[in-house]
């Protein structure tokens, strides 16, 4: 009898009617929700990046500067770099490297990509400040390369920046794209109608652990020639064989891993 009621029968179906509209918001919050996340890793990442090649950037400007075999102390600290570099970055990027109203995980990463520059530099005083020798080795990619490595032993657990390239122009084993660096590299990042400076970005695993990765495209500028230029195979100033590579040529990867 009272299942013949109407208020029975409507009831039920309002009630599915809730169920299915608390789901369908719920979904879009939910889509709504990652859309915010992945803008805001993306954002990380690219300030990751950024700092990266602002304090690269320095070690080029005063290249001659360290490749001066006549003058010993030179100034050239931690502080002095990363001044220069938070100069740089604040200009590309609106904002200084850390700032009030930072994003706990942004400031603790840029943190300690910060301690990692002033540890290379710090390491590396020696080296910079020796008289009588000239070319010392400490160049952009090198400095870049220490700084990554440090970064890891201080986050490795929570992002990854790595310096890579395409397999055939890659140096230093330890710069080697992993397989889905190669495959993004050899079908979106080298590919004809993939436009100059586009990032790629996506989840994907680093190490089979989850996580979101990004690439930054690099592409050689004059200031690269001398030592990845040509002729192909003639041996650089800092003893490598120059790869023949030309002015816009992809060069490189700065491939970033947040991970979940
Ligand atoms: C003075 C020579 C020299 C110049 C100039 C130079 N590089 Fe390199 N590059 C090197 C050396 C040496 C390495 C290997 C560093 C290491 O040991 O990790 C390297 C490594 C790299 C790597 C990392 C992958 C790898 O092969 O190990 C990239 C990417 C790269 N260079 C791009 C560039 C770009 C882009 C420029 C110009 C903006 C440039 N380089 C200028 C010498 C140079």
């Known amino acids: 009898m009272c299942f013949a009621a109407p208020g029975g ?10 169920i299915a509209f608390g789901l369908v ?3 879009s919050a939910a889509v709504a929700q990652a859309d915010s996340d992945e803008a805001v890793e993306l954002e990380t990442a690219l300030r990751l990046a950024s700092l990266l090649r602002e304090a690269r950037a320095v ?3 005063n290249q001659d500067l360290i490749n001066d075999p006549e003058r010993g102390e030179k100034g050239l600290t931690g502080a002095v770099v990363l001044e220069v570099a938070r100069e740089n970055y604040r200009k ?3 904002v200084p490297p850390l700032y009030d109203g930072q994003g706990a995980r942004e400031a603790a990463l840029i943190s300690a990509q910060m301690r990692a520059i002033g540890d290379v530099m710090a390491e590396n005083q020696s080296t910079i400040n020796r008289e009588g020798v000239g070319f010392k080795g400490f160049v952009p990619a090198v400095f870049g390369r220490l700084v990554n490595e440090r970064f890891y032993e201080l986050e490795g657990d929570q992002a990854v920046i790595k310096v890579t390239a395409p397999p055939h122009l890659v140096r230093n084993r330890k710069a080697r794209p992993d397989d889905w660096e190669i495959g993004v590299i050899a079908d979106h990042l080298t590919s004809e109608d993939w436009p100059r400076n586009k990032i790629f970005a996506a989840e994907a695993n680093y190490k089979g652990q989850p996580a979101y990765r990004v690439l930054v495209p690099e ?3 004059e200031g ?4 990845h230029g040509g002729p192909k195979g003639e041996i650089d100033v800092t003893g490598y064989p120059k790869e023949g590579g030309q002015v816009g040529d992809l060069g ?3 491939s970033i891993s947040l991970m979940r």
């Open 9 to 18: 029968l409507r009831r039920p179906i309002f009630l599915i009617g809730l």
């Open 25 to 27: 918001s719920a979904f």
């Open 59 to 61: 070690i080029g400007a």
């Open 92 to 94: 590309a990027n609106g």
């Open 219 to 221: 592409y050689y500028s």
């Open 224 to 227: 690269c020639i001398a030592c």
């Open 252 to 254: 490189g990867v700065i």
